[in-house]
């Protein structure tokens, strides 16, 4: 059942479930180690996820359990084929009863039984009526579409619906020893790059041009420093000496500062005055403005450079919002708290003046955007953390950019585009020939035919691997499907929670080395 | 030669069911010791990949928090055993599928059990199987699974995961570095007078609370306060005193007494605030009001006021009391109750909640912000690693995969120095890192050559098989047959000889010393009692010192005669065959035989300590309560990558920096292409 989302009073984002509170605890419980990697935000976002993947086989299997435990909202299983008998052994979701049912089906049932919380549905029949099965307009509805081993008109099918509708793609293959994982996304917001337990960004305190509210907390609890006795001077808190520091400067200087902290401190061993030294240059010396605001503004996501947009306009009235937390500070509880108290008002004033602003752009209204509540405080939560990224959109022969590639991508130590031009080609020519290949002068054709297209004619692919390939037979080997479908579910987990930051391209598994190498697919 | 690729391709791949696996995989035992969520996706994995012997063992029941990522249990399992669960689950998987091939019938076993237990799991437990793969969540057990792969001479690969991070080490014994040959960072350690006087920092009052419950509530036994961290707060229950009476006993004895004496300590509050004790008299009723309706639970983010804590402090406390009083009589192996105490486990609620409670009331007299949620002080507490599936697979994948090509190039005849070879250590990471040219995901290493002063794989290890009954044989024979005799320890040479047994939690030598042998006798009183014990020692019987099947021995020789000095130092594992001939009238030199292993070389004699030395007590009695997440990835992860830090996370891989000597000395292990 998956969960939605909405703002408590504090604006935190809570996991509010329709069903009664021993549930959500349940769901706290089981998931307690990952709400501290991802944050209770990561997890929302991934209950709310809606996942396509196509294809059962071992590699798919990998994929799916990983995403099903850590909670996925729902998942479609599309699969064109029955369980045969060298799938028991090697896919972990089906058993020797099974064999000639649909894989799809028993893939299902296996995840059902593994979280009963997360809603999975099959979609069956032959090859060639898959997607249509799955229905090409219905792509758009996914948070996340993966593709395991499938035939390549297929791959490139999926891929060219998904990019149009900006749906990001996970492509996921393996052959013998090797296999690779490709994530193509148009547009990718991250809002948390650091991961959720990192510190508060010191930018977000907006220290450099403090704000009216907390300027006025500091005059009245700790000025004049003079007249404070010994105890007190010595626990009025940095970021309260820093705004005091800073108030009256129109553009405070690092030298400014510092002289006039040293010039108020008592005696050497005042520690809040040494974490206030420390802090004034970390916090002085940094530029204020967040550095994704520019890179937010031209987003293709409407809501995003709507609200990036509305921010330039709030920071010319009021200044950027603030963070609504404050980092550990040497103190005592009551400035702690009167602290956190003037932040996080501002903060939430802040992110109505920004509603305002918003609902005042006329270009927004006519725009159609919408900008929800959650994705307002998320985008303010995470001013200093967000970033944007962009791959290009899938190629298989160029490999995912084999053509604009290096010569030392192939022939270098990893020489990674290698392999990956080595699997393309063999999947194009088996899909000519059907039969398994045994001569290497036809893969070795066909891969100079891929290399000329792409004006790498000249590269040399190592014979050793020409021969590995032919001898693997594009076999699914379980260790293999083991590590390349986790890696695609890491990438997978990374985007939909949007928490760190996913692989820009291709990484592509070289199992005789042990070795995972990125081959990033940079936008035009 | 080259050995870019390692044949592990089924020889016909068109059919995987039916293809020739390997005979080699097919026949091989694997140990996974753990079956938490790297352990359980081993299993599956080597199960996946066509071995078919297969041994797990784990201490732990399924709790809830299991559930994302073990994959073999359903929430139906909660307590359950996990490796009897996890046995049965796989076995159900698999048994159908490979029941045709009855030549290499199916074996998959849970044995339920702590592997520190070292007269249970001993070194002809590790004998019986031809990998042993670690799946384990902290650094003492697996010091001593690698101490027993070192003894034992089985190939051991140690793995760790935490976040999207994580970690493949295989170690070949005395072939190439093993857990120990790298120093391990320091658990996190804080003085005592901060945790005990003027504490600053919420975590200082986390450290302080978890030892409150350890002397509270822990076993009887345990020394908990040998640092004085909690003064003189004397406060395990009383027999037949009633919970409430106890809780208001308890918080004034810590909340006022204990904080009025240190207020009365004028010389620390110089400078800084003094802590002010709680208005007990005052905040008891309203907290008394407010025990049906606080939340009593430990997920929840937000932080309580101060009355909540003290319920929360009240209702945990009740809790525990009566879970106390029935620990005398039971034990109870799912709550960790047992022995007069209960042990304490970051998901059990009770014990959570009084840590979290304690630390709370703590801070609020030290003036202490901000206050931990109950959430935080889990993560401080209970040293909480993030685990997620995915990652477990991918670290569980590699690790497979390393132990196939073990497994496989080591039946290969005349491949077996290949192996060191063509194993890799594999670092996971969550960003990719390397030169702007080569980014990597999965960064692989060579296997380093052993630390030459590893204070675990520098030394010899040796098994020796007795032909004669303990009660027959003193220590004194033992020395002189089998020692000086068998092993070829000279007879002047200065000797020390220590166990090693399940208790002693550091391994180290010299904890509980047998025996001694001095070249030159010095004298006072002192040595001359200490000569005595040794002399009562030698005349004792191995079975009157508790010797016997399995006992490990840490003898340490020191030649001063030789020029220059030399030391030799072996660990020694004593055998008694089941099927022993036990001779009549044996010939003293036919009473021993060595088993397996090797006695070790002699090396020039180190003035300072070895390298194992560091960990003083302090550390170790604090180890998994500040240590911090690092300690449970198997080695040294990025740390670089840990901080999020994208531009630091590009440098190269830590490679080489650790050891960098011993390669100059010994080179590492390398054979060309
Ligand atoms: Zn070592």
């Known amino acids: ?524 | 030669m080259a050995t870019e690729f390692v044949d592990l391709l089924p020889a016909t791949s068109s059919a995987p069911a039916d293809h020739a696996l390997h005979p080699a995989v097919l026949r091989a035992r694997v140990l996974v010791v753990g079956a938490g969520g790297v352990g359980s996706e081993v299993a599956k994995t080597l199960l996946g990949c066509g071995f078919r012997r297969l041994t797990l063992v784990d201490l732990d029941t399924i709790d809830r928090s299991n559930l994302n990522r073990q994959f073999l249990f359903r929430r139906a399992d909660v307590g359950e055993r996990k490796c009897q669960v996890a046995a049965q689950r796989l076995r159900e998987w698999m048994a159908p599928a490979t029941a045709a091939t009855s030549e290499c019938p199916l074996e998959v076993d849970g044995l339920h059990g702590n592997v520190m237990d070292s007269a249970r799991f001993d070194v002809l437990f590790y004998r019986q199987f031809d990998v042993v793969v670690n799946a384990l969540d902290n650094a003492e057990a697996r010091r001593q699974v690698n101490g027993m792969c070192l003894a034992a001479d089985r190939p051991l690969v140690e793995t760790g995961s935490t976040g999207y991070l994580g970690q493949v080490m295989p170690v070949l014994p005395f072939r190439t570095e093993c857990y120990e040959c790298t120093p391990k960072p320091p658990p996190r350690q804080y003085a005592v007078c901060t945790i005990r006087s003027t504490p600053d920092r919420p975590v200082h009052c986390v450290v302080w609370a978890r030892h409150l419950f350890q002397a509270l509530f822990g076993k009887v036994s345990s020394d908990a306060d040998a640092d004085g961290l909690l003064s003189d707060v004397d406060c395990r229950p009383e027999a037949n005193e009633l919970a409430d009476t106890y809780v208001q006993r308890l918080l004034h004895a810590l909340y006022v007494r204990d904080v009025e004496a240190q207020r009365s300590m004028e010389d620390l509050w110089r400078g800084r605030r003094a802590p002010e004790p709680l208005p007990l008299a005052e905040l008891l009723p309203q907290a008394e009001a407010r025990l049906p309706h606080v939340p009593y639970r430990a997920n929840v983010q937000e932080a309580w006021p101060l009355v909540d804590w003290l319920a929360v402090f009240w209702l945990a406390t009740r809790q525990l009391v009566r879970r106390l009083s029935g620990t005398s009589t039971t034990a109870n192996t799912t709550t960790g109750d047992g022995d007069g105490g209960i042990a304490f486990d970051k998901d059990d609620t009770d014990a959570l909640l009084l840590v979290a409670a304690a630390a709370n009331l703590r801070a609020h007299c030290y003036h202490i912000a901000p206050l931990p949620s109950a959430f935080q002080v889990k993560g401080i507490a209970g040293n909480i690693v993030h685990a997620v599936a995915a990652t477990n697979a991918v670290v569980a994948g590699l690790a497979v995969t390393e132990v196939l090509k073990y497994v496989v190039l080591s039946s290969v005849a005349g491949a077996a120095t290949m192996v060191p070879n063509a194993l890799r250590s594999v670092f996971v990471r969550r960003v990719p890192a390397g030169t702007r040219d080569t980014r990597r995901l999965l960064q692989p290493e060579r296997l380093h050559a052993p630390h030459p002063h590893c204070p675990a794989c520098s030394i010899g290890k040796v098994a020796v098989e007795a032909l004669v009954d303990a009660a027959q044989v003193t220590l004194g024979d033992w020395v002189r047959d089998c020692l000086c005799g068998l092993l070829g320890v000279g007879r002047a040479e200065e000797l020390s000889i220590s166990v090693l047994s399940s208790e002693n939690k550091e391994h180290r030598p010299g904890i509980a010393v047998l025996y001694e042998q001095n070249a030159e006798v010095d004298d006072g009183e002192e040595e001359e009692e200490e000569e005595d014990l040794w002399r009562r020692n030698a005349a004792k019987s191995l079975a009157a010192l508790r010797l016997g099947h399995g006992s490990r021995l840490h003898v340490t020789a020191v030649d001063r005669a030789a020029d220059p000095p030399t030391e030799l130092m072996m660990e020694v594992c004593l055998l008694w065959p089941t099927t022993a001939t036990v001779q009549a009238s044996p010939s003293s030199s036919m009473l021993w035989r060595v088993a397996f292993g090797h006695a070790g070389t002699r090396r020039p004699l180190q003035m300072e300590e070895g390298v194992g030395g560091s960990g003083g007590e302090h550390g170790e009695r604090n180890e998994g309560l500040t240590s911090t997440a690092a300690d449970h990835v198997i080695a040294v992860l990025d740390d670089s990558d840990e901080e999020g830090d994208e531009e630091s996370a590009k440098e190269p891989p830590p490679k080489q920096r650790r050891i960098g000597q011993a390669h100059a000395a010994h080179g590492v292990v390398d054979i060309p292409d």
């Open chain 1, 1 to 524: 059942m998956p969960a939605h989302c909405k703002a408590t009073r504090d604006g935190a984002l809570r996991m509010r479930l329709s069903v009664d509170e021993a549930a959500q605890r349940a769901l706290q419980e089981r998931y307690d180690r990952q709400l501290r990697l991802w944050g209770e935000r990561g997890q929302c976002q991934l209950q709310r996820a809606r996942m396509l993947v196509v294809g059962a086989s071992a590699i798919g299997a990998e994929l799916l359990k990983s995403v099903v435990l850590s909670g996925i909202g729902h998942c479609t299983v599309a699969d064109a084929a029955r369980v045969r008998p060298e799938d028991v052994g090697s896919n972990f979701l089906v058993s020797e009863a099974d064999v000639g049912l649909w894989r799809a089906e028993v893939v299902c049932e296996a995840l059902r039984e593994m979280n009963a919380a997360v809603s999975v549905e099959a979609v069956v029949g032959e090859p060639a009526q898959l997607l249509e099965r799955v229905g090409a307009a219905s792509i758009a509805t996914y948070s996340l579409v993966a593709v395991a081993r499938q035939p390549r008109s297929l791959v490139q099918q999926v891929a060219d619906v998904c990019w149009e509708h900006d749906v990001p793609l996970v492509v996921l293959q393996s052959h013998g020893l090797v296999g690779y994982v490709t994530l193509v996304v148009r547009e990718h917001i991250v809002m948390d790059v650091a991961g959720s337990g990192s510190a508060v960004p010191l930018a977000s305190l907006q220290l450099a041009r403090p704000f009216t509210e907390v300027v006025q907390f500091c005059r009245d609890h700790y000025w004049p420093l003079e007249q404070l006795d010994d105890d007190a001077h010595a626990h009025v808190p940095w970021l309260a000496l820093l705004v005091l520091a800073v108030e009256d400067e129109p553009q405070p200087s690092v030298e400014t500062v510092l002289r006039r902290l040293e010039r108020w401190r008592r005696h050497n061993s005042e520690p809040n005055f040494t974490e206030a030294l420390l802090m004034a240059k970390r916090v002085l010396r940094g530029a204020s403005d967040p550095p994704m605001l520019l890179t937010l503004e031209r987003c293709r996501s409407r809501p995003v450079e709507a609200v990036a947009r509305a921010l330039r306009t709030l920071q010319a009235k009021r200044g950027l919002p603030v963070s609504r937390a404050i980092p550990e500070m040497h103190c005592d509880t009551a400035s702690f708290v009167g602290l956190q108290e003037v932040y996080r008002q501002r903060a939430a004033e802040d992110v109505a003046a920004l509603r305002e602003v918003l609902a005042a752009d006329a270009e927004t209204a006519t725009g159609g955007a919408c900008v929800d509540d959650p994705l307002l405080q998320a985008i303010c939560d995470n001013l200093y953390n967000m970033a944007c990224m962009r791959t290009g959109p899938y190629r298989p022969e160029s490999g995912c950019g084999a053509g604009k590639r290096r010569a030392d991508d192939f022939e270098g130590e990893d020489g990674a585009a290698s392999w990956l031009v080595l699997m393309h080609a063999y999947d194009a020519i088996r899909e000519k020939h059907r039969a398994p290949l045994e001569d290497a002068t036809v893969l070795e054709a066909a891969l100079q035919r891929v290399l000329q297209q792409f004006d790498l004619a000249k590269v040399h692919i190592r014979p050793a691997r020409i021969q590995e390939t032919l001898r693997a037979a594009a076999v699914e080997l379980h260790p293999v499907a083991a590590v390349v479908g986790a890696i695609g579910a890491q990438e997978a987990l990374k985007v939909l929670t949007q928490c760190f930051v996913p692989i820009d391209g291709t990484v592509v598994y070289d199992g005789y080395a042990c070795r995972a190498t990125v081959l990033s697919n940079p936008p035009e």
